[in-house]
């Protein structure tokens, strides 16, 4: 099993790392276990479309990924579910939908170096802990603004929109416009990342844990906005109500 997650040092003063060691075990088997990116899954019947952040599961499946009885991880997601930190669903007699609450926060990599903050990651079943630090960004986003990129006019207005859009003041600085620039850099348009934001807005606005991810870098980072644009309508890459191309110059006006 391929990939990473992301914990940071404020875990240990959480409700949740004070649970019992076997429920802590089955928290961490959660987030290893929980999608990356976007699966189908078949029910029985019909296709399902499983999301990022979530996975379905068995609590016999669970316990043995995790290496404690039925009766810990009944105990444990019943205790989870309590403290908010996943959400739980019952599905087809045998299987249930676990969804990991605020998942982005579990899986960016924005930072140089983050205070506090570690980065484990996973492969072929071994882990590395990069001596307490977060590394920032994939090499191919470190060397992105080396070389030449978009003019910041079309960086300055997705940054306009996303304010706009979700209430917000973040300032016109490289930090926030250079991870736009290196998304345009890679052929993605200013038309497909104002709809990502658009998108975003209404499934995460009215959602306490989830709006505090409407911020440049979880939107703008490099793997995240991938699958968000994955996410969109088919229709998306011709026309999208609210986001009509302005006829005199071509942009897309805030």
Request: charged residues 25%; positive net charge.
């Amino acid at each position: 099993m391929n990939g990473w997650v992301r914990l940071h040092r404020q875990l240990l003063d959480s409700p949740t790392w004070k649970l019992p060691d076997g429920h802590r075990i089955v928290w961490i088997t959660i987030l290893l276990l929980a999608n990356h990116k976007t699966n189908q899954w078949w029910n029985g019947s019909a296709l399902e479309t499983i999301v990022p952040g979530t996975f379905i599961t068995s609590q016999q499946h669970l316990a043995e990924a995790a290496g404690v009885t039925r009766r810990v991880v009944q105990k444990a997601i019943k205790n989870l579910n309590a403290l908010d930190s996943i959400r739980f669903k019952t599905r087809f007699k045998k299987y249930s939908l676990i969804e990991v609450v605020n998942w982005p926060s579990y899986q960016h990599e924005e930072e140089t170096e983050v205070q506090g903050a570690v980065q484990v990651r996973f492969k072929s079943g071994s882990s590395e802990v990069h001596n307490g630090r977060m590394i920032r960004m994939e090499e191919e986003e470190l060397h992105c603004t080396a070389g030449a990129v978009p003019n910041g006019h079309e960086a300055r207005n997705i940054l306009a929109w996303l304010n706009t859009k979700a209430g917000k003041n973040f300032r016109f600085t490289p930090v926030n416009l250079n991870m736009i620039k290196c998304r345009m850099k890679e052929g993605i348009t200013e038309h497909q990342i104002k709809a990502v934001i658009s998108r975003k807005v209404k499934e995460w606005g009215t959602d306490e844990h989830m709006r505090t991810n409407l911020r440049p870098k979880t939107l703008f980072n490099r793997t995240n906005l991938e699958n968000y644009i994955g996410e969109l309508p088919k229709e998306t890459d011709h026309e999208l109500p609210g986001l009509r191309s302005d006829a005199a110059d071509g942009r897309l006006p805030l």
